[in-house]
């Protein structure tokens, strides 16, 4: 399967962003995996951000972006979303998407294909 992420840039403190992950592949089913988002930044490991499993019940987001991110997605056009309000500086990373047959995988290691990744700048 092939996952390709778009939406990143440069926004200011307190700013938004959209991104998109769009997932492509002969035999791939798109509307039963799990989809989940993470981020590195430079000089550090990669960390979760969120998770949505395929029936869209309880998202899951790792405490630093709780009430600014919403993961969504849309099984008819096999993308995931990730929108981003009242972004940080600390939120400056590269973000991936990947996708993942285990329910609700929150580790990487349960994740099998990945996004080559979109660059997230938060700066004044």
């Known amino acids: 399967v092939q996952l390709v992420e778009s939406g990143g840039g440069l926004v200011q403190p307190g700013g938004s962003l959209r991104l998109s992950c769009a997932a492509a592949?002969?035999?791939?089913?798109?509307?039963?995996?799990?989809m989940g988002w993470f981020r590195q930044a430079p000089g550090e490991e990669r960390d979760f951000v969120s998770a949505?499993?395929?029936?869209?019940?309880?998202?899951r987001y790792a405490n630093s972006v709780k009430g600014r991110f919403t993961i969504s997605r849309d099984n008819t056009r096999n993308t995931v979303f990730l929108q981003m309000n009242n972004l940080k500086p600390e939120d400056t990373a590269t973000y991936y998407c990947?996708?993942?047959?285990?329910?609700?995988?929150?580790?990487?290691?349960?994740?099998?294909?990945w996004g080559q990744g979109i660059q997230v700048a938060v700066s004044s």
């Open positions: 990947a996708t993942s047959t285990f329910t609700m995988a929150t580790s990487e290691g349960f994740y099998d294909s």
């Open positions: 592949g002969r035999d791939f089913d798109f509307s039963i995996h799990t």
């Open positions: 949505i499993s395929w029936s869209d019940e309880s998202p």
